[in-house]
């Protein structure tokens, strides 16, 4: 499977039956693919860290950095 295929997909079946064809291959690329588990477990300790912070304004500068980097729709400029 193919890494790069394989996180793409990921946001978008988080919502995805754990028992899921997906969800059991994406197990299975973990075991094998170690760039993918640092990935994931770098995901996961970011996620960690943010729980244990108080909600904060995230300055404009770093906002638009993280949404550059994630690809996504900056939802902030639309309001």
Do not use: G
Request: aromatic share 2%.
């Amino acid at each position: 499977m193919d890494c790069e295929k394989i996180i793409n997909q990921l946001c978008d079946e988080l919502a995805e039956d754990i028992n899921s064809e997906f969800c059991s291959a994406l197990k299975k690329h973990l075991e094998s693919c170690e760039q993918c588990r640092n990935l994931v477990s770098s995901v996961k300790n970011t996620v960690n860290l943010f729980k244990c912070l108080d909600e904060q304004e995230v300055p404009k500068s770093i906002h638009e950095r993280l949404v550059k980097l994630l690809n996504v729709p900056d939802i902030q400029s639309e309001e």
